[in-house]
């Protein structure tokens, strides 16, 4: 009975040697991969400081749109986020001219561009119905406009 018990302290204690080493190498692997971003989301209007190529964001909470952010996406929940596209919901913002209703919404970005050696995704759409069951999409893409790069609608 004696000789069990120490071959399992034996094993036991290789086991705990080794996991710290079997643990790291995934992490170190999953944080050297790079991301796909996004620019211009995040909190404010875009003429404010999401315009251009400042902020890029991996999985980012909200955007607002149009230099006087009448239009936006807010609570974005992301249950994907891939190599070529992302894909979630969140709380449409739509402006009645005195404040923002919300309405349900899906959100999914793709097509794949280069900046500076980032990958970052361009092409935005936005989808949600309307009170009175119509359903709206916005289709937005990340281009140039005038002085700065900003999402413009088609």
Not at 77 to 101: I, K, N, P, Q
Request: net charge positive; hydrophobic share 45%.
């Amino acid at each position: 009975m004696r000789p069990i018990r120490v071959l399992a302290v034996i094993l036991a204690s290789l086991t705990m040697l080794a996991a710290p080493a079997v643990m790291t190498v995934p992490a170190a692997n999953a944080s050297t991969t790079p991301k796909n971003v996004v620019y211009g989301f995040g909190p404010g209007c875009p003429a404010l400081h999401s315009s251009s190529w400042a902020h890029p964001m991996v999985r980012p909470g909200q955007a607002h749109f149009g230099l006087s952010c009448e239009v936006g996406i807010d609570r974005i929940r992301w249950h994907d986020w891939r190599r070529l596209s992302a894909a979630g919901h969140g709380s449409f913002l739509l402006f009645t001219g005195v404040g923002f209703r919300h309405r349900p919404a899906t959100i999914s970005l793709s097509r794949v561009r280069r900046h500076n050696g980032r990958r970052y995704l361009s092409h935005l759409v936005i989808v949600w119905t309307s009170t009175n069951g119509a359903h709206h999409k916005l289709i937005f893409n990340w281009r140039h406009d005038a002085a700065m790069h900003i999402w413009l609608w088609k």
